[in-house]
């Protein structure tokens, strides 16, 4: 199995701008970032490719979001600026492989002022 550890969540105010990070205990293959608020479906953030670094991002968090990777410390990362309250979530990293799928903890996304 695949352990990923997500960490950087926390509070801020409208405007402002977190980076998270996904620490994979294993190869980095296709990763993702989803959100899931309360009441809400969990839904897509964005996405990277194993290695080429190819990137996707919902309509919402373009121009807004940035995912990255760092294949030597098989960290996927989340830059998010100008956050919205509606951005508040719980955020997950998920790995996958063909069938397989892992998914993070969760970290905890709180815009407000």
């Known amino acids: 199995q695949v352990q990923l550890v997500e960490s950087g969540g926390g509070l801020v105010q409208p405007g402002g701008s977190l980076r998270l990070s996904c620490v994979a205990s294993?190869?980095?293959?296709?990763m993702s970032w989803h959100r899931q608020a309360p009441g809400k479906e969990r839904e897509l953030v964005a996405t990277i490719s194993s290695i080429g670094g190819s990137t996707g991002y919902a309509d919402s968090d373009k121009g807004r979001f940035t995912i990255s990777r760092d294949n030597a410390k098989k960290t996927v990362y989340l830059q998010m600026n100008s956050l919205k309250p509606e951005d508040t979530a719980v955020y997950y990293c998920?790995?996958?492989?063909?069938?397989?799928?892992?998914w993070g903890q969760g970290t905890q996304v709180t815009v407000s002022s």
């Open positions: 294993g190869y980095m293959y296709d």
């Open positions: 998920k790995w996958s492989l063909g069938l397989n799928e892992y």
